[in-house]
């Protein structure tokens, strides 16, 4: 289902509960599949027992990663005697959920809601342009496509691991030479050089690589390049790590994939703090491409299996690239002429203030807020938390059809208005996709904008500015009109700089750029 939800209603001829899909397929549920779904209920995806890969910037194990709250897959509501409902967050993938005994599973793909055909184009286009992933083009649409998605990135994260080389264990190695290395083993030179002197006895402690779970990566290195041997060839990093992970691991047999799943090492965490960001993702995923190959993949303990991004974030990251191309275009255009930020309140990077210091405390303020991007002219006299417009990307239906006015909620004007007292900003933007493209580009204006309102006090604009996803079911086609759709939506934003005299002045080009992504 897509993200508006899927409504069931209770048969009792049959004692199921029967729905409709969002591409009009029938789906029918059992009582203990419902009473799974009861379990996961807005459980938070940072709560999920392991085996759910989750493509956002909580998964990465980072120090100064934070995961919200919010991000959970789906919540139900219903009176649960004759109907009950599924709603979704942001959070989009697919997914099989499993009983406690594993006797029964429900399997959720949920997919993007501004997309009106079973290729997804638009979250492909997405994927596309914020992890450099097609599944169009590889397995021809999204059903599937989990798998590739998954030895995709695999082979992305294996290649980051270059960065901190092959992981090490270190063992213990008991010698008797006279080239010592290590620490002196008395009672055992004693007992093997005497009467006759054959050498040292001592203890050395060396890294080895020949580990269960550099084992785990090459098991699933190999299974992924039989299964998509295209991909060998198009991730060099990633080649280089395999052809490391072959010759360092001698003892690798490939009809071991079963006991090395089980290994206890391969089932816990990775918890050196130099090697946990790289190789706990890896390890995750592994387990996961390799769910196939053997019974009890997961162990007894293990409910939950597949792959989840969240669509707010992946709206966002695509916003960035659209806007930064924009900015670092060597056109010189009015966006350019000003300073740009992206903030990422998941890594905490490029936030700015909603208090001021405390008297006669050092610090920069207080409550950390993130508009996602920021914009001002250049100027020396101003102080650097004043800026001239906040653009907030949204992944939300912001405009709905048939109706002329935008459909902003409470919160994101509250979230505006943060915006507005932390920055002095004369324009809030509003970025959201807008699906029917056809039909709803006749209720904006000329300018490309719809008018959410004015603060008192501030004198600050609130709008709303689409990006129109195109109705095109051929990819190639959805491609090109999205490249052409990007350069309208950049000229949108110019218009509204331009319309409510944020750009007045124009100062000298500011080359630095703060990336918080």
């Given amino acids: 289902f897509d993200g508006c939800g899927l409504r069931f209603e209770y048969q009792s001829e049959s004692e199921e509960w029967q729905g409709v899909g969002c591409f009009g397929q029938a789906v029918s549920l059992t009582q203990d599949q419902v009473g799974i779904l009861k379990r996961f209920n807005e459980l938070p995806i940072s709560k999920y027992p392991p085996g759910l890969v989750t493509l956002t910037g909580a998964e990465a194990n980072a120090e100064n990663a934070v995961s919200s709250e919010k991000d959970f897959l789906f919540s139900l509501q219903g009176d649960f005697q004759a109907w009950f409902r599924i709603d979704t967050s942001n959070m989009m993938g697919h997914v099989r959920l499993y009983s406690e005994d594993r006797q029964t599973a429900v399997e959720l793909e949920i997919t993007s809601r501004f997309d009106k055909g079973e290729n997804q184009l638009f979250l492909n286009y997405l994927l596309c342009a914020g992890l450099g992933v097609n599944l169009v083009g590889q397995v021809g649409g999204l059903d599937g496509g989990w798998d590739f998605l998954l030895a995709y990135l695999f082979l992305v994260k294996l290649g980051e691991v270059e960065t901190v080389g092959l992981l090490k264990q270190y063992a213990e190695f008991r010698r008797n030479d006279f080239n010592p290395r290590g620490r002196v083993d008395i009672q055992r030179h004693i007992h093997e050089n005497w009467p006759a002197l054959r050498g040292i006895a001592y203890v050395k402690r060396d890294a080895v690589y020949d580990i269960p779970l550099n084992h785990l990566l090459r098991h699933a290195a190999e299974t992924v390049f ?84 969240n669509g707010a974030d992946l709206w966002e990251e695509y916003l960035h690239t659209v806007l930064f191309k924009h900015y670092s275009s060597s056109n010189e255009t009015l966006f350019q002429s000003g300073e740009y930020i992206h903030a990422n309140n998941r890594t905490r990077t490029n936030e700015i203030y909603l208090y001021r210091p405390r008297e006669n405390e050092n610090s920069r303020g207080h409550q950390r807020i993130y508009p996602d991007f920021r914009w001002r002219c250049r100027r020396d006299d101003r102080p650097d938390y004043e800026w001239d417009v906040i653009l907030d990307a949204k992944y939300k239906g912001l405009v709905q059809e048939g109706q002329t006015a935008s459909n902003v909620k409470l919160p994101d004007r509250c979230e505006m208005a943060q915006y507005v007292m932390a920055t002095k900003a004369r324009l809030c933007a509003l970025l959201c996709p807008v699906s029917n493209e056809k039909d709803m580009r006749n209720h904006f204006t000329t300018r490309g904008w719809l008018v959410d309102g004015v603060f008192h006090g501030y004198e600050s604009t609130v709008i709303v500015i689409p990006f129109f996803v195109p109705d095109i079911q051929d990819f190639d086609k959805f491609k090109k009109s999205m490249e052409g759709e990007e350069d309208d939506f950049q000229g949108r934003i110019e218009s509204a700089l331009k319309h409510y005299g944020v750009a007045s002045q124009q100062p000298e080009m500011v080359g630095g750029i703060v990336n918080g992504a």
């Fill in 226 to 309: 039989r299964k998509w041997p295209q991909l060998e060839d198009r991730f060099d990093d990633a080649k280089e790590m395999v052809r490391s992970l072959r010759e360092n691991t001698p003892t690798w047999s490939r009809n071991g994939c079963h006991a090395i799943l089980q290994h206890k090492d391969c089932l816990s965490p990775v918890r050196h703090p130099y090697f946990v960001e790289y190789y706990e993702p890896l390890r995750v995923l592994s387990r996961v491409i390799l769910r196939d190959e053997g019974v009890g993949v997961y162990g007894e303990g293990d409910e939950v299996s597949g792959v989840v991004f």
